[in-house]
């Protein structure tokens, strides 16, 4: 057999054993589309046939599925932790969270002189939150932007880093939940 046979079999058995690596890594290390789909289901309280799956996409830099739906002829987004599968972000509000949201407005409503003492967390308490979900650290970062803002009516926390790679978005809730995380290439 010539060298040059040798040489390219060599190099055909390492691709194949580098790529089936891969996908055993991220078939272990990650859970699947059908248990982000099943995750995202249970969460918003829905049964999951009655969902209609646009796009459920595997971001690897994030570590997480991006899953775009559709629910009673609306679309809705979320986020799911590829790792953990735990839901990070979706927009779309369960009943009782709508209920609780209009209890709370018609109880600021009623309340409107008074100081609103539902937030449990500080704008510091959600950064150090931030940190901790992106295992960052911030003498490595740029702070952007910290703000407190509302999102459907709801207080969160708008916090973003930057360091020389990459950009980091976080919304934490008044109650220190991550809504949404995202970590984008600074040159994309």
Known sequence: MP?????????VVITIIVIAGFLIY????????????ETLA???????NDI?????????????YEIDFYYNNQEYEAKIDAKEGKVIYTDFRTKEQSDNNTTNNTTNNENNNQTDNTKEITLEEAK??????ANLKE??????????DTDDGIAIYDIEWRDATYEY???????????QYDKDKIND
């Open 26 to 37: 991220r078939n272990t290390a990650y859970i699947s589309q059908e248990e982000a789909k």
């Open 52 to 64: 209609h799956f646009e796009n459920v996409d595997l971001e690897m830099d994030n570590h997480q």
């Open 42 to 48: 249970k969460h918003i309280q829905v049964e999951e």
């Open 128 to 133: 150090e939150i931030a940190l901790k979900h």
């Open 139 to 148: 003498e490595n970062l740029t702070l952007i932007k910290e703000q407190e």
């Open 169 to 179: 978005d976080f919304e934490i809730s008044t109650s220190g939940e991550v809504l």
């Open 3 to 11: 060298k040059w046979a040798k040489i390219l079999i060599g190099i």
